[in-house]
């Protein structure tokens, strides 16, 4: 697969950034765990290995409109953010954009 984290196709036919968890899932190294009774997604996970450590992406729903994510660099939390789902989603999808391209890690990161 390309370097894009989710690779979607909007109605120009150019790629555009992931929108939501369900765009995400089309990448198959994202796990998505959902509610057994309405298929609301509760957590969303990628895993890498990059720079020679294991990287986490996770990222959940903690209230209406706000959604959490969080980079583990082994175990070690590198980033957070906390925004929309799509805010959150474009954010993930630059994380792991840069990791498969072996790119630096988060400022962070190489503090740990």
């Known amino acids: 697969m390309a370097e894009d984290a989710a690779p979607t196709t909007g109605r120009?036919?150019?790629?555009?950034?992931?929108?939501s968890v369900d765009d995400l899932a089309t990448d198959p190294e994202?796990?998505?765990?959902?509610?057994?009774t309405n298929r609301q997604w509760i957590i969303?996970?990628?895993?890498?290995?990059?720079q020679g450590r294991r990287w986490v992406i996770?990222?959940?729903?903690?209230?209406?409109?706000?959604?959490a994510a969080?980079?583990?660099?082994?175990?070690?939390?590198?980033e957070h953010a906390r925004g929309t789902e799509t805010a959150m989603?474009?954010?993930?999808?630059?994380w792991v954009t840069k990791l498969r391209?072996?790119?630096p890690p988060p400022e962070r990161a190489r503090e740990a």
């Not at 120009?12 to 929108?19: A, D, V």
């Not at 996770?58 to 959604?67: F, L, N």
């Not at 969080?70 to 590198?78: H, K, P």
């Open 12 to 19: 120009s036919g150019t790629r555009e950034l992931p929108h």
């Open 30 to 36: 994202w796990e998505i765990t959902r509610n057994l």
């Open 44 to 50: 969303a996970e990628c895993r890498l290995d990059s």
């Open 58 to 67: 996770g990222m959940t729903p903690i209230r209406d409109d706000v959604v």
């Open 70 to 78: 969080i980079l583990w660099a082994d175990d070690t939390v590198a």
């Open 89 to 94: 989603c474009a954010t993930a999808h630059g």
């Open 101 to 103: 391209a072996d790119a």
